[in-house]
Each structure stands twice: as structure tokens, then as C-alpha cells.
């Protein structure tokens, strides 16, 4: 009985994130190449729908493809030629490894940095989990 009743205490101090059973999608990334330079069309919905800051995904984005970035209104510019596929595969990488969390595999993370190191926590499971720093 007093079991029953710690159980339902701690069920109620968890946030309402933790029950929610939404299923997370990977955004699609538009792009368009022309000339010599590849265009994300729709990067501000793509951030916005994986929550993560501008800077901190066009420099991962970069570093992997080995080109600049910058952004021009409200798309983001690559040097060079990239092909759909092989931008959404990075994209892929990026949600597992900075977005979605290891233990409980919600996408509801936050990444903070604690003692120079950047982590990976959970809002809804509480897991903190280090992530690897960007290339410079």
C-alpha cells in the first residue's frame, strides 16, 4: 500500500514529457544547387523543428562537408555542390548525435555547456550524456 503511494508521488513530480508517446519525424531539407554553390531553403523550419541553434548546426554541417557556409536571408549557402541525399544524411547524424537522447530516445534535449564540456540533457528523462565538440 505505502508503495502504491510513493510510486504515484514520484509519477507526479515527472514532467508531462515523459508520457507523451509522439512519434518525432526528420525534417526534409530543401535544396537547390546552382552555379557552384547549394542552397537550404527551408534551414529555419529545419532548426526550428529539431530545436537546435543556427551557429552550432551550419558549423557541424560545414566541418563534415568540408566547405563555408553562410547565410543569406533565410537560407543557408554552401561552396560547392552537394547532393540532397547526402545533405539530409548529414542532417540524419546531427539529430542522432546532438537532438535525440540516448536513453529514452524522446528529441526533447537541450545542450548546455558545464565545465567547458558540452552535454546533451534530456527534458524529459533527465539524462545527461558529454557530445563530441565541433571541428573548428
Known sequence: MEYDK??????????????EKSRFEIPKILSVIEGNKTFITNIR???????????HFLKFMAGELATSVDMEGARAVFAGKHAKVTLHNLLE???KEYVMCGECGKPDTSLVIETRIMRKRCDACGASTAVKPLRK
Do not use: H, M, T, W
Open 93 to 95: 547524424r546531427y539529430v
Open 6 to 19: 510513493l510510486l504515484d508521488r514520484a509519477r507526479g513530480q515527472l514532467p508531462e514529457k515523459v508520457f
Open 45 to 55: 523550419d529545419v532548426l526550428s523543428k529539431i530545436n537546435r541553434d543556427e551557429n
